[in-house]
């Protein structure tokens, strides 16, 4: 039988955001893999460079939905580093448990998705709405269900009351219950395990050299988590453990995020515990000292990490930002080769993949001609081989 190549996007019905995959296949194999983005660009980098770092901070929010907590976080922390600023413990308390929080909102919005993807509805409408427990919370604290605009420069916005922090318990004790439960049912269903099991696998080996992050590489067995390799907030003052699968697969994939959940409950039952009083603010200047700094955090697709660099006045010259997705892009195309065309939904979702938040575009100044033009990242990586 000879081989096809066919693509699946950039528009297509099964997509939530456009992104071009091309496929060559023999008969229902996948022979090989291609993908190109550069679809959903939106020169947030380059805003951020024409705002001051206040007005950075709700641009920087909005990289990503799913993960907008995550990206204010870092985001401020690398702020806070350029204008050495030391925030309130309590303050540090508090984002730690918004980003647990919103950790257990994203893995179990992927596990609902998950569900779906391989037929299995039943579980797509238990998770999503056990959900509605983390979104009830988030938009107790916050004010919002998404966006929540919690992180500040120099600390958080709002303060966790003790009424509060009962009802957040009593939330989380039923959502790690339920974790359990899906944990077991990934384990032992057999239409998920028939649809995960042995689907998508990239060994450890290729996370490393790819340069996975996040529950992509831990599904694999690498224990690599930023939250223990480069420590913030206050993790060092909890009990909890890097979870990995050495299964290298979807279900590998799947088993690490719904685990990541019962501790990430856990980890918020320890902050309320022992969170102590004080202040949630502090004051952050105007104009921050010229220099340049970096800040990493664990979001829940892997290792985010921001650079600014400050020329002294209140607008930054540079902020550049390195999302998950652009780490997992690579070993997903290892995923997705040697597999069957029916797996290819639930192959690539196992990285729990995000464009809006990975495309780019750069400006190349061409030495001979004198001309500057767009390149998205896909062409300049292309121009780069054929150099």
Request: charge should be negative; proline fraction near 5%.
């Amino acid at each position: 039988m000879a081989k096809l190549s066919f693509p699946v996007g950039p528009q297509h019905p099964a997509l939530k955001e456009p992104e071009n995959l091309r496929f060559t296949v023999d008969g229902e194999l996948v022979v090989d893999a291609d993908i190109r983005i550069g679809y959903v660009h939106r020169s947030i980098e380059r805003s951020c460079s024409e705002r001051n770092y206040v007005q950075d901070m709700y641009l920087c929010e909005r990289v990503c939905g799913i993960c907008s907590n995550a990206h204010t976080l870092c985001y401020a922390m690398t702020c806070e580093k350029l204008a050495d600023i030391e925030v309130p413990e309590r303050a540090q308390y508090i984002r730690m448990l918004m980003h647990e929080f919103e950790r257990i909102h994203s893995h179990l919005l992927w596990l609902g998705v998950a569900g779906h993807e391989v037929g299995f509805e039943t579980l797509f409408m238990y998770v999503w709405r056990d959900r509605e427990i983390i979104q009830d919370i988030l938009e107790m604290v916050s004010g919002n269900r998404g966006h929540y605009a919690m992180t500040t420069l120099g600390g958080v916005r709002y303060d966790i009351t003790p009424e509060m922090a009962d009802r957040i318990r009593e939330g989380l004790k039923v959502l790690r219950q339920r974790a359990e439960r899906y944990a077991d049912i990934a384990t032992t269903e057999a239409t998920f395990l028939k649809r995960a099991s042995g689907v998508g696998v990239a060994s450890g080996e290729v996370c490393r050299s790819l340069g996975a992050a996040g529950p992509t590489a831990r599904g694999s067995g690498v224990p690599f988590d930023i939250r223990t390799a480069f420590p913030y907030l206050k993790y060092h003052t909890v009990e909890w453990q890097v979870r990995t699968s050495e299964l290298c697969d979807v279900l590998g994939r799947t088993l690490v995020r719904v685990l990541e959940v019962i501790d990430a409950c856990d980890i918020c039952l320890q902050a309320l515990d022992i969170m102590p009083e004080g202040d949630i603010q502090a004051r952050f200047p105007r104009k921050v000292p010229e220099g340049e700094a970096i800040a990493r955090v664990e979001a829940q697709r892997g290792e985010l990490i921001y650079y600014i660099r400050s020329d002294g006045s209140d607008v930054p010259a540079r902020v550049k930002i390195r999302t998950p997705t652009l780490a997992n892009l690579p070993v997903s195309l290892e995923m997705l080769r040697g597999g069957q065309i029916a797996d290819i939904p639930i192959a690539f979702a196992s990285i729990d993949p995000c464009f809006s938040c990975t495309d780019r575009m750069v400006v190349l100044d061409d030495a001979h001609t004198g001309e500057a033009r767009q390149m998205t990242w896909p062409e300049l990586v292309k121009l780069g081989r054929q150099r």
